[in-house]
């Protein structure tokens, strides 16, 4: 099965409203990246966590390494946020990156 | 500032024909270097990683092969393509995050 699961798959938004996006870990994650990929297919950072939680704008994000998921809170979306959605988790003591499922995400005007 | 630049943006192939992709990454000394593939729709399969020049570890096998001629380049290669090698290829570097270059889409007729 999938080592790294995202939920939901797929999301429509309002603009201007809120939305989470999670990442379930089934492997031993000591890193959780999010990116963002645009139409074009170009990978944007978005956070880099250890265990912990960070904000950037209207985003925020967070990592339990201990509960196995990590979560992206998208505040006041806008047309601009649309895309898909991929967290990807660092393996404990290797240089492997297993990557999420992906969460596609419109935002509606 | 970091550049990371990929070759050919685009490619087209034939059934059995050779492949070869470039990354050149800038402004950075002795990074981990990583190679991805991306099915249309789908999410990253990490395929290769470099944490230093002449060593290359394979995560998955997909009758490619890949090399780090110099500290700033790293090559993903074959000699006969698949149909299965379509896709998006895309090429990171780290030394904590990852971040990616802009991709090769190669369409295998």
């Known amino acids: 099965g999938d080592k790294v699961k995202q939920s939901p798959s797929a999301l429509s938004l309002q603009e201007g409203t809120n939305s989470a996006l999670r990442c379930n870990f089934s492997?031993?994650?000591?890193?959780v990246q999010w990116f963002l990929q645009n139409p074009r297919g170009s990978l944007i950072n978005l956070f880099y966590?250890?265990?912990g939680t960070k904000e950037n704008g209207r985003l925020k994000s967070a990592f339990d390494s201990k509960e196995s998921y990590s979560t992206l809170h998208i505040r006041d979306a806008q047309l601009e946020d649309s895309g898909t959605y991929f967290c990807?988790?660092?393996?404990?003591?290797?240089?492997?990156?297993?990557f999420g499922t992906g969460t596609r995400l419109q935002v509606l005007p | 500032a970091q550049t990371i630049h990929q070759w050919p943006v685009a490619e087209i192939k034939a059934v059995g024909s050779p492949l070869s992709l470039g990354c050149t990454i800038k402004?950075?000394?002795?990074?981990?270097l990583y190679w991805y593939w991306q099915a249309t729709g789908g999410t990253l399969q990490q395929l290769f990683y470099s944490i230093t020049v002449g060593q290359v570890e394979s995560v998955v096998q997909l009758n490619l092969s890949a090399s780090r001629p110099k500290d700033d380049q790293f090559i993903l290669s074959t000699e006969k393509l698949l149909l299965s090698h379509s896709g998006f290829y895309l090429c990171?570097?780290?030394?904590?995050?990852?971040?990616f270059g802009p991709g090769t889409r190669l369409t295998v007729l």
């Open positions: 492997i031993a994650a000591t890193t």
């Open positions: 402004g950075k000394s002795s990074p981990n």
């Open positions: 966590l250890v265990p």
């Open positions: 990171a570097w780290s030394l904590r995050e990852q971040y």
């Open positions: 990807a988790a660092g393996v404990s003591n290797t240089n492997k990156v297993v």
